[in-house]
Nanobody, 119 residues
């Protein structure tokens, strides 16, 4: 099974940028769609960006134009470039690979990485 470790979060001012990384091990991600999700306090986890094995990307309306998901299969890593950050982007960010659950994603969520947007 794939193991995923998110990193790159931190505290940033509104309008700032962060790049999150998701390092995969235990499996090669080349053939899997990958996604970034986030969960804010009191909110459900939501998908914010996804990328197929072929490189096609999709974004939640709330982040479209500001976030970019990418993948480097040679490094077995997925990235989320986040620009023009807003306070409402504050959340724990998780990545995952496609799976066969009802959600369409794998069962093994990592600890995530905290993103806090505040002045």
């Amino acid at each position: 099974q794939v193991q995923l470790v998110e990193s790159g979060g931190g505290l940033v001012q509104p309008g700032g940028s962060l790049r999150l990384s998701c390092a995969a091990s235990g499996s090669i991600i080349r053939t899997y769609a990958m996604g970034w999700h986030r969960q804010a306090p009191g909110k459900q986890r939501e998908l914010v960006a996804a990328i197929t094995s072929g490189g096609t990307t999709n974004y939640a309306d709330s982040v479209k134009g500001r976030f970019t998901i990418s993948r480097d299969n040679a490094k077995n890593t997925v990235y989320l470039q986040m620009n023009s950050l807003k306070p409402e982007d504050t959340a724990v960010y998780y990545c995952n690979a496609e799976g066969r659950s009802l959600t369409g994603w794998g069962p093994h969520w990592g600890q995530g990485t905290q993103v806090t947007v505040s002045s």
